[in-house]
């Protein structure tokens, strides 16, 4: 199992271009989630997904949109890029229900840099 | 809302010393506390995880922690730090659906 992987592993955007980062799980869990981490902010929620076609805002979505079409995906999509969201960005999944232990796993993150 | 504290933004030990990273959180239930460890450069790992019962928990690599509801505190150990373990820390909280984390606590072994 490949568990949670990210593409692309780097990027460079400029300010203003588009952009979207692929989330996928080969653990047929419910639950996936985009996280941001800058320096000394640990990471912080953008958006989540407790299935397919669902979402709902995290604590820092402004600028960043997101789509769960297929249970194995999770993308996350920039609209209009700023220097602001240079950022790594991190893909995570769990399992939910009775007996889930919440457990989230991670991707090894995307590293974004808008110039 | 739940948050969570790490007052440690960094930490030095020796290599063969003990370790405690601490963590303070707030949330008004019985909360769900992780402590997960990031490699330079990867994504982050589970150390161990605390939903209720015994309120000292074993995890991997030698790690416990040990949860205070009255000090709202749920701090990492390890008896022997080996330079292997120098990372960043996070604590984290499960609320609402949510993971909320700490801004970690980066530990550095010295030889």
């Known amino acids: 199992n490949a568990g949670v992987t990210q593409t692309p592993k780097f990027r460079v955007l400029k300010t203003g271009q588009s952009m979207t980062l692929l989330c996928a799980q080969d653990?047929?869990?419910?639950?996936m989630y985009w996280y941001r981490q800058d320096p000394g902010m640990g990471l912080r929620l953008i958006h989540y997904s407790v299935g397919e076609g669902t979402t709902a805002k995290g604590e820092v979505p402004d600028g960043y949109n997101v789509s769960r079409l297929k249970k194995q995906n999770f993308l996350l999509g920039l609209e209009s890029a700023a220097p602001s969201q240079t950022s790594v960005y991190f893909c995570a999944s769990s399992t939910s229900g009775a007996g889930a232990s919440y457990e989230q796993y991670f991707g090894p993150g995307t590293r974004l840099t808008v110039t | 809302a739940q948050s969570v504290t790490q007052p440690d933004i960094h930490i030095t030990v020796s290599e063969g010393a003990s370790l405690e990273l601490r963590c303070n959180y707030s949330y008004g239930a019985t909360p769900y506390l992780f402590w997960y460890v990031q490699s330079p450069g990867q994504g982050l790992q589970l150390l161990l995880k605390y939903f209720s019962g015994d309120t000292l928990v074993q995890g991997i690599k030698g790690f416990e922690a040990e949860f205070k509801r009255s000090q709202s505190s749920f701090n990492l150990r390890k008896p022997s730090v080996h330079w292997s373990d120098a990372a960043e820390y996070f604590c984290?909280?499960?609320?609402?659906?949510?993971?909320?984390f700490g801004g970690g606590t980066r530990l550095m072994v010295k030889p």
């Open positions: 984290a909280v499960y609320a609402g659906n949510m993971l909320t």
């Open positions: 653990m047929n869990h419910e639950y």
